[in-house]
């Protein structure tokens, strides 16, 4: 008898290997690109929320103080926001903390509005520079990556 000195694996091993390899990419890989799509999302919706909040607290803080505070309207770069107002730089300091200063926004807020007023409302919405598509809003988040394309 032969002994052989042959190690490794067969071919018809290494085949059924990358065929098991290949029907698990083709089951995750769509799984792992909705879930990205939903990540981004949240990370949207945070940043609008964000807006948001930092207007309204800067606007109540101006308030309390006796100082005027300006309507902000703007849509554009969030880099591109005037530092020289107040509303402005809070919404920019804010968003370069929590790293959203790359994004997009588009703000409307008006501190003098009442909550009865229904032509004209106090809303934020933000977008990532890498991907305009999907975009945040608050109030009224979009819950699904259908309704938060092209919103902006």
Known sequence: MRKSNK???TLVELVVVIAIIGVLAAILVPTMMNYVK???LKTANANAKLIFTTCNN?????????????????TGEVKNLDETKELPKAVKVALRDNGGETGYCKI????????????TTNEAYWCGSSDKLI????????KDVKSAKNLF
Request: negative net charge; hydrophobic residues 25%; glycine residues 4%.
């Open 7 to 9: 190690k490794g694996f």
């Open 38 to 40: 939903k990540a981004r």
């Open 58 to 74: 800067t606007a109540s803080d101006l308030i309390s103080d006796n100082k005027s505070v300006e309507a902000l309207n703007y």
């Open 108 to 119: 409307s807020f008006d501190p003098t509005l009442d909550d009865d007023e229904t032509t």
């Open 135 to 142: 975009c945040g809003k608050y109030p009224n988040p979009p």
